[in-house]
């Protein structure tokens, strides 16, 4: 195929989709990434498309594409985001210790916990803390800077909180999940505390709907081979969940 022609195909793919990766027009065209890196610098020299690390996006898209609060996002997937969260909360254990993250599907975990007993939940999200308010279950808060979009604490003051802690698992939200870019965020100021987290557990669970797939994001988190576990819905891309798979990660659909 000509440089001409794959690169109409990707305008098209891109206007179709809203968004794509590096590594999914590769595979897509079967050519190197460096050669889809270098059609899309010029695609987007010519203002047709906006490069972003790891893929492109249409230029309308930029803002759109970044994650609007919390609270605005809680009947996003809503359905999808109960079943993961009821799967989520099926693994803890009777005596275990977990770190609930920010996010709206770590919230239909912390929703799904609320009768159990025996369970201490460490948390830097307000969303969550306000869930289990009159629960059984002990609540250890990691306190911070006061992100309010997100109704979470994060930075400096809670990264030390935690740094001496040790917890069963790490349940947290993300989101992008991309099997070569890895786990990305929106949020460069959350990145460190995000990673902080991760560090703490024996075990990193992410719980993300089907709409995380694929997506790359402005700041590399991780891996995506930190996550041992990754739940998700039943509509998430059967190659990447295939690719998942490959790459040693249980992927749990519901």
């Given amino acids: 195929m000509l440089k001409e022609e794959r690169q109409r195909y990707i305008r098209r793919i891109i206007e179709d989709q809203g968004q794509v990766s590096v590594a999914t027009l590769a595979r897509q065209f079967g050519v190197a990434e460096m050669t889809i890196r270098r059609d899309l610098r010029e695609l987007g020299a010519r203002g047709i498309i906006q490069r972003v690390?790891?893929?492109?996006?249409?230029?309308?898209?930029?803002?759109?594409?970044?994650?609007?609060?919390?609270?605005?996002r809680?009947?996003?997937?809503?359905?999808?985001?109960?079943?993961?969260?009821?799967?989520?909360?099926?693994?803890?254990?009777?005596?275990?210790t977990i770190f609930l993250g920010s996010g709206t599907t770590t919230l239909a975990v912390a929703q799904a916990l609320r009768e159990r007993r025996n369970i201490t939940v460490v948390t830097?999200?307000?969303?969550?803390?306000?869930?289990?308010?009159d629960s059984d279950l002990t609540v250890v808060?990691?306190?911070?800077?006061f992100r309010r979009s997100e109704l979470s604490f994060i930075g400096h003051i809670t990264e030390a909180s935690i740094r001496d802690l040790r917890v069963d698992k790490?349940?947290?939200?993300?989101?992008?999940?991309?099997?070569?870019?890895?786990?990305?965020?929106?949020?460069?100021?959350?990145?460190?505390?995000?990673?902080?987290?991760?560090?703490?557990?024996?075990?990193?669970?992410?719980?993300?709907?089907?709409?995380?797939?694929?997506?790359?994001?402005?700041?590399?988190?991780?891996p995506?081979?930190?996550?041992?576990?990754?739940?998700?819905?039943?509509?998430?891309?059967?190659?990447?969940?295939?690719?998942?798979?490959?790459?040693?990660?249980?992927?749990?659909q519901v």
Avoid: W
């Fill in 53 to 72: 690390r790891g893929g492109a996006l249409l230029p309308e898209r930029q803002h759109a594409l970044i994650e609007p609060p919390v609270l605005e």
């Fill in 74 to 96: 809680i009947n996003e997937e809503a359905a999808a985001k109960k079943r993961i969260g009821q799967a989520a909360a099926a693994l803890i254990a009777e005596g275990e």
């Fill in 124 to 133: 830097n999200a307000l969303t969550v803390i306000n869930a289990l308010t």
């Fill in 141 to 145: 808060v990691a306190g911070g800077f």
């Fill in 170 to 222: 790490v349940i947290i939200g993300m989101r992008g999940i991309d099997p070569e870019y890895g786990l990305t965020s929106d949020h460069l100021q959350e990145l460190q505390t995000d990673q902080a987290i991760m560090r703490i557990g024996n075990m990193v669970i992410i719980v993300a709907d089907h709409t995380k797939f694929g997506r790359v994001a402005t700041s590399r988190v991780a």
């Fill in 224 to 252: 995506v081979t930190v996550a041992k576990m990754i739940i998700t819905d039943s509509e998430a891309s059967p190659a990447i969940v295939a690719t998942l798979r490959e790459m040693g990660i249980e992927v749990i």
